[in-house]
């Protein structure tokens, strides 16, 4: 049961640092486009952010996801990284629960 918590709180982490990471990675693809007409990816082109001009002289921005797979290649490295790291905290805490007895 003490591993499914470390499995099930590493996935909630991974799935919340990813849309943050997507999140700001299209907030800064938006911000960085300084012409009419432009079409930019981020994070390992995951998602993107398109400006073109439309019929009234307006510019129309999109943006969301551009490849899903990748941006589960992203949360699969983010969640194998919080495991490592959990694990290593939980080995190092019974380490030292051994030294204080």
């Known amino acids: 049961m003490k591993n499914l ?3 099930l709180t590493s996935l909630v982490i991974s799935i919340i640092a990813t849309l943050a990471l997507a999140v700001g990675t299209i907030l800064v693809l ?3 486009v300084h ?3 432009a079409y930019r990816t981020g994070l390992f082109g ?3 952010f398109r400006a073109s001009p439309n019929a009234q002289g307006n510019v ?9 797979p990748r941006l589960g290649i992203v949360t ?5 990284f919080t495991l490592v790291v ?16």
Do not use: H, N, P, W
């Open 30 to 32: 938006m911000f960085s």
């Open 5 to 7: 918590k470390v499995y």
């Open 76 to 80: 699969a490295v983010i969640f194998v």
């Open 35 to 37: 012409e009419e007409s």
């Open 46 to 48: 995951s998602v993107y």
């Open 86 to 101: 959990s694990f290593i905290y939980l080995r190092l805490k019974a380490y030292r629960a051994t030294l204080i007895q």
């Open 60 to 68: 129309d921005a999109t943006m969301g996801v551009a490849s899903l």
